[in-house]
């Protein structure tokens, strides 16, 4: 125990003399990320002594410093970090010092002057002490449980134990009835006294009426019973016999009960004496009780209904959910298509062709491979999979191409095509076009290449955090295959124990 006071001291002591150092090096520092800061002046001390024998490195790397804490010199980091750790250590030391000082100054000793042990009270049961002892026999010393009794009482509080005892019984053998003159509810044969140390031992002789548990079997007679109940209450090795007079009421048989026994009877001697005939008659009356009878309503049809209308009720957010769901792959699907169309819009304005006609090239494509994959010829697999889902942007592109045919200015084709996409790149891009033929543009090429390669770089990103989403996804039902595996190794073996 002096050890932990000279370290807590030692510890108290170097804080306090090394409190007034490195006041510029701790003012510098976050509160929240430095917590320990009292005891930096002293862990810098000591950090002190670890550069003065090269051994500063051993809290931490002096490059991976550099990389983490770009904004300060790699000597700081190393001494803010080599001072957090040596405080923590510190810290850690001190605390246990003190937990270890509080238990010991807490802890009371069981044994008194070298050879006494304290009884526990009278009524406090015994005691179980682990002791340790050496003799001139053994050559270790050996451990041993020592059992010591609680007080035993004698004389006048031995008397006063007694009628204690007795008076216990008597209020709580009765339990639930009124006096012992009339008793008709179960007794309480309690089998020991609390805070006594006194057991109870019941006689079995009155078992014809009072069974173990304290039921009555006070249904078989019709006059009251004058019953005496005894016990031994067991002291030590000393005993006493307690004795309770009591008045065993017959049982008071209710109308209900008359009516349930009379109904179960009168229904068994009906079915059996109507056993040859086709239909079983139910009892109209039992004794001078009228019975109706009548089918338990179904509640099925009701509960079908309710679940039906609930049912229709949640399909409105179902539906509002399966739209948005829709409306979120439209989009993903319109700017995995964005790049396509931009590269083929800026190629075909490379080749010499007008804003209208590399959009009239690239809807006629478009037609021309639908058509492919409806008619049923020869389908490559990018066919194939234009048949089973719809090119939103395409379709758009579509829809403005007929504009341009039924003779709407081209600049407002341009405007609405981006408005109705609804998504930023596709206005950019219609705004790009309009603005072109309002006011003219001669590095109109220069702009798409631009958007196409930033088209490209977004939709790397895209599959990457699509990647990464998916991954996460994936975390959970790995988690549960380790579970399983572990289950699997595991059970077999403790198992076999």
């Not at 003065?52 to 000597?75: A, C, K, V």
Request: glycine share 6%; with cysteine; charged share 25%.
């Amino acid at each position: 125990m002096h050890i932990q006071i000279l370290v807590l001291g030692l510890i108290i002591l170097g804080a306090l003399f090394c409190k007034g150092r490195e006041k510029d090096f701790i003012e510098g520092l976050d509160s929240k990320e430095h917590p320990l800061r009292i005891l930096y002046p002293l862990a810098a001390v000591i950090y002190g002594f670890f550069v003065r024998f090269g051994r500063h490195e051993l809290f931490g790397n002096r490059n991976t410093l550099r990389e983490l804490f770009l904004d300060e010199s790699p000597e700081n980091s190393l001494k803010k970090q080599s001072c957090k750790c040596i405080a923590s250590i510190l810290a850690v030391i001190a605390v246990g010092c003190f937990i270890s000082l509080a238990y010991f100054y807490s802890y009371k000793a069981t044994l008194l002057e070298g050879s006494y042990l304290k009884r526990p009270a009278a009524g406090g049961g015994s005691a179980l002490y682990e002791l340790q002892y050496d003799s001139p026999l053994i050559q270790t010393n050996e451990q041993t449980v020592v059992k010591v009794s609680e007080v035993r009482l004698q004389g006048e509080d031995l008397e006063r134990l007694k009628r204690r005892a007795q008076d216990y019984l008597d209020k709580q053998v009765l339990k639930n009835n009124g006096t012992k003159e009339c008793v008709t509810e179960p007794l309480n044969l309690v089998e020991e006294i609390p805070d006594t140390g006194i057991t109870v031992r019941w006689d079995q002789g009155d078992a014809w009426f009072v069974s173990s548990d304290g039921s009555l079997k006070n249904s078989e007679f019709t006059e009251p019973v004058e019953v005496t109940l005894h016990a031994d209450l067991l002291y030590f090795d000393e005993s006493w016999r307690y004795s309770l007079d009591l008045f065993l009421m017959p049982r008071v048989v209710t109308d209900t009960e008359r009516f349930s026994a009379g109904l179960a009877e009168s229904l068994k001697n009906s079915d059996r004496s109507e056993q040859s005939n086709e239909y079983f008659k139910l009892p109209e009356k039992v004794e001078d009780w009228d019975i109706s009878w009548g089918e338990k309503p179904d509640d099925n049809p009701l509960i079908l209904m309710v679940v039906a209308i609930a049912a229709a009720i949640m399909m409105i957010p179902a539906m509002k959910q399966d739209l948005k769901k829709k409306q979120k792959q439209r989009s993903e699907q319109m700017m995995k298509d964005y790049s396509d169309i931009i590269s083929k819009f800026t190629m075909l304005l490379t080749a010499g062709m007008t804003c209208r006609g590399a959009w009239t090239k690239i809807c006629t494509d478009y037609n021309q491979m639908k058509e492919r994959a409806v008619s049923g010829g020869k389908k490559s697999k990018k066919n194939k999979k234009s048949k089973k889902i719809m090119h939103y942007a395409y379709e758009e592109m579509l829809i403005s191409y007929k504009e341009l045919q039924l003779g709407m200015p081209e600049v407002r084709v341009y405007e609405s095509f981006g408005t109705r996409c609804n998504l930023l790149a596709y206005q950019r891009f219609g705004t790009m076009l309009s603005r072109n033929l309002k006011r003219g543009s001669a590095n109109i090429i220069d702009m798409l290449e631009l958007e196409s390669r930033d088209c490209i770089a977004e939709r790397r990103e895209n599959v990457r955090r699509k990647g990464e989403e998916t991954g996460t996804k994936l975390l959970l039902p790995m988690f549960g295959m380790l579970i399983l595996v572990i289950a699997i190794v595991v059970v077999p073996a403790f198992s076999s124990f």
